[in-house]
């Protein structure tokens, strides 16, 4: 697993992490605006895909759905596999009380 995609309007923390990650070797792709990475989305140029729990333009889950359904349709027309791991950042506090 080599390349990665940050997607996050965060871009404090979405540098830092890119940093953080290519000084150990993977090579990362950093879009800010989810609706542009939307657009030009690729399943399988990416291994993981990083995506911000909560942006200002759309939810992280919804967000995920829409890429899973491009990489289905990619899928459908080509006989290879378009899967893609995607993780989910967030800088929220949980707080869980027993």
């Given at each position: 697993m080599k390349n990665i995609l940050i997607v996050d309007d965060d871009v404090d923390t979405s540098l830092r992490y890119k940093k953080w990650l290519e000084d150990e070797g993977?090579?990362?792709t950093l879009i800010n605006d989810p609706y542009i990475m939307e657009r030009n989305f690729k399943?399988?140029?990416y291994d993981l895909v990083l995506?911000?729990?909560?942006t200002s333009?759309?939810?992280?889950?919804?967000?995920?759905?829409?890429?899973?359904?491009?990489s289905k349709k990619v899928?459908?027309?080509?006989?290879s596999s378009n899967d893609?791991?995607?993780?989910?950042?967030t800088a929220s506090?949980?707080?869980y009380f027993i």
């Open positions: 993977f090579i990362l399943p399988e140029d995506i911000g729990f909560r333009v759309i939810d992280g889950f919804d967000l995920y759905n829409n890429l899973y359904e491009m899928q459908q027309n080509t006989s893609f791991r995607v993780c989910f950042m506090k949980i707080n």
